[in-house]
């Protein structure tokens, strides 16, 4: 068993962890209601877009459009697939990361033509150790999301679909189920899907609507916003969730430092009553050694 002075020191190096991880507790809880804030903020602007995509394709559901190309001429071995990976810049943040590079794996294990956008150093030094390449890595992204980095991505992968360097493109990221509960999923940012947009009962009065210069020019210029609307939303929402970990991950670790300190304490105690009574034993003992030593 340990002696008491080492017992002291292991529960002040924990007492110090402790310090720290309630810290990161305490951050991570004000970020992530600034985050959530933002999101709050960009909702209205991402529905309003995407409303009006719906009506436009209410009006004429069957129109063609580069952005609604589906390639159905190209075989699926032959894809050209792009994956936006949303990773954090630093761990601490439980499983965070892991169910985004799990995910990401599994869709570069199905085969095909992959190309991967990586956001986030956790997941650059994964694809890296890896040894899978990756198409263009974005920097300070994932830590401060913003309107013009959404939509430099968007503008990068919306030119290689349009160039049909690539057929599909998906976005991989954490969303935010509830305030406590993440999930990583991966959602179809091109080509655009109609039955995502044709959720209006057919059968409901519709409005009259004149197009200028015309529908396609109109769906030309929404649809790019559409597209850096929902890269920037699924920026703020990992965000979000990396927060969200974080401070349940800082919170468990708070709490099993308590309670790691609350045993060495029991321990402490132990030790320091036997090293007393240890001491009240060798007193007593020398004190009747010298008792019996006087009466000879």
Same mark, same amino acid.
């Given at each position: ?12 190096? /924990? &007492?110090?962890?402790?310090? !720290? ?28 877009? &995407? ?29 050209? @697939? ?17 169910? !985004? @590079? ?15 956008? !990586? ?17 263009? =890595? ?16 968007? =503008? ?23 305030? @406590?509960?993440? =999930? ?19 059968? @409901? ?77 060798? /007193? ?13």
């Amino acid at each position: 068993m340990a002696n008491a002075r080492e017992i002291q020191s292991r529960m002040k190096s /924990i &007492q110090d962890t402790m310090k !720290i991880t309630n810290a990161m507790y305490m951050i991570s809880s004000s970020k992530l209601k600034r985050a959530k804030k933002v999101l709050y903020d960009t909702e209205p602007y991402f529905y309003a877009i &995407q409303t009006a995509l719906t009506r436009i394709l209410r009006h004429f559901p069957d129109i063609e459009n580069p952005y609604f190309d589906t390639r159905s001429e190209v075989t699926p071995q032959n894809r050209k @697939i792009g994956y936006i990976v949303v990773t954090a810049d630093k761990g601490l943040a439980g499983s965070y990361n892991h169910n !985004i @590079i799990k995910l990401a794996q599994e869709c570069l294990d199905k085969g095909g033509n992959n190309e991967l956008f !990586i956001l986030g150093m956790i997941g650059r030094q994964y694809f890296k150790k890896k040894n899978i390449e990756t198409a263009e =890595e974005f920097y300070y992204t994932v830590q401060k999301p913003s309107m013009s980095r959404a939509r430099r991505i968007s =503008e990068r992968v919306t030119d290689l679909f349009l160039n049909r360097e690539l057929d599909e493109v998906h976005i991989i990221y954490t969303r935010m189920v509830s305030g @406590i509960q993440t =999930e990583a999923e991966v959602v179809q940012l091109l080509p655009l899907q109609k039955n995502i947009f044709n959720k209006v009962p057919t059968d @409901i009065l519709t409005e009259q609507i004149a197009f200028s210069p015309s529908p396609a020019v109109v769906i030309n210029s929404i649809a790019p916003n559409y597209v850096s609307g929902f890269i920037y939303g699924a920026l703020v929402e990992s965000y979000s969730s990396e927060q969200s970990q974080r401070m349940m991950a800082m919170e468990a670790a708070t709490k099993s430092a308590k309670d790691m300190i609350h045993d060495l304490a029991i321990i402490y105690n132990r030790v320091r009553q036997a090293a007393i009574t240890q001491e009240i034993t060798e /007193i007593v003992s020398g004190a009747k050694a010298q008792k019996n030593k006087k009466k000879k």
